[in-house]
């Protein structure tokens, strides 16, 4: 009987564990570090906001974006289904199949959306991780209906790896520890070189390499009456040369929207490392390459002049370039005002990703120079991919437990 542990119940997680214990004469333990959330999820086009503000649901994480900034939350989703407790749950592009992740069209299109499919000729219907127009996560999709050779532990943090020599024998956790014949971790891609840094594990480049999609928020305040809560808060997006510009409909505040500028190609690396107590810090080098800051700038001067095109006119009222309502008329036209604005006041769309990327580990997964010790994460992309990476992460994870082995 082959014994595996998967740490993280995230998108990769969730994955792995579910095809590793389909085989035959294999017991899983999948170890997650919060809740198992069994609520009926709520009414479309209310699925995203509140979750992004539930405390429950959101992993406590501090990042430095840019040196010489102090530490600021970062958004990660917390319990089984990761981020996907949380997230947008969009595919952009093609769907290549190789997952079982259930999509839809979206079922309408709010006035941000429509707007935006009339403006831009690169502008296409995102597809939703839904059914019945309701939010699935990964956790529904593959779990749901996993054998029983399946145990789930969830509000259990996993404290370090125990190794014997080079080879993983399992792990401790806060009730206490527990043997395997291997270990999968899918941590995401800042807690799982934390981990494994925390668990002694040396190879060149481990945390690493670290990147995100930079992105700048215009809030918009729609025009009266154009608002509609019921439909997807996301539901399409243009994808440019560099680039996304993504319309969100809903809001906190009421007869507010957005449009999200975010960059899906992106040059400049950050790093994970623990400090001397075994602490992790997170340093994302956000915008630190020039190619970085200039296509954002572009990127958010485009999306200013499609929101001042005509599909736009009847949907939106004010523009504001920050949360303390600047109005989007103090940097039209002033290009070099614009950047430093861009630059200065970015956040990002929480997709890292590559901090465990290929060095560290095999083309199957494995991490190099050890045995029984595999990751299936985020980490080990070659980067932010140039897409919505929730996709992305599933089918990597899909394709390498198929060589997962214990010898």
Do not use: K
């Not at 219907?125 to 019945?132: E, I």
């Not at 807690?191 to 002694?200: C, D, E, F, N, V």
């Not at 045995?371 to 080990?380: I, K, P, Q, T, Y």
Request: aromatic fraction near 4%.
């Amino acid at each position: 009987m082959a014994r595996w542990v998967v740490v993280g119940g995230g998108a990769a997680g969730c994955v792995v564990a579910a095809r590793l214990a389909a085989r035959p004469e294999t017991e899983v333990l999948l170890i997650e570090s919060g809740h198992r959330f069994d609520a009926e999820p709520p009414a479309p086009g209310t699925d995203l906001g509140p979750y992004l503000t539930d405390p429950t649901r959101i992993l406590p994480t501090e990042v430095v974006r840019r040196p010489g900034r102090p530490p600021e939350p970062y958004l990660q989703g917390h319990g089984l289904g990761g981020s996907s407790l949380v997230n947008g749950s969009i595919v952009t592009g093609v769907d290549p199949g190789g997952h079982a992740l259930p999509l839809e069209e979206p079922w309408a299109h709010g006035p941000l959306s429509t707007a935006l499919l009339a403006a831009d000729p690169l502008a296409r219907p995102v597809r939703l991780v839904r059914r019945n127009r309701r939010r699935v996560t990964v956790s529904d999709a593959y779990l749901d209906d996993a054998p029983p050779s399946l145990t789930v532990v969830v509000d259990e943090p996993v404290r370090r790896i125990r190794m014997h020599g080079r080879r993983a024998v399992g792990v401790e956790f806060a009730g206490g520890t527990c043997d395997a014949d291997a270990v999968v971790v899918c941590a995401g891609a800042l807690r799982t070189p934390a981990l494994l840094l925390q668990s002694g594990i040396s190879v060149p480049g481990l945390g690493e390499h670290l990147q995100d999609h930079p992105a700048f928020t215009l809030t918009v305040r729609l025009a009266d009456g154009v608002a509609e809560p019921t439909v997807p808060t996301i539901s399409a997006a243009a994808t440019h040369d560099g680039y996304q510009v993504l319309p969100v409909e809903h809001l906190t505040a009421p007869g507010y929207g957005a449009v999200m500028v975010g960059l899906t190609r992106v040059f400049s690396q950050g790093r994970v490392t623990v400090d001397a107590a075994g602490t992790p810090v997170v340093e994302l080098g956000q915008l630190a390459d020039e190619r970085d800051r200039v296509a954002l700038a572009v990127g958010v001067e485009a999306a200013i002049a499609l929101l001042s095109s005509s599909p736009f006119a009847a949907t939106v009222e004010r523009v504001f370039v920050d949360a303390a309502g600047t109005g989007v008329e103090h940097l039209v036209g002033r290009p070099e005002r614009l950047r430093d604005w861009v630059v200065e006041r970015a956040g990002g769309h929480y997709h890292v990703a590559g901090s465990c990327r290929d060095g560290v580990v095999t083309d199957a997964g494995r991490v190099r120079g050890y045995e029984g010790l595999f990751v299936a994460d985020a980490s080990v992309l070659p980067g932010v991919p140039p897409v919505d990476p929730y996709l992305e992460v599933v089918r990597q994870a899909e394709r390498l437990v198929t060589d997962f082995s214990v010898i």
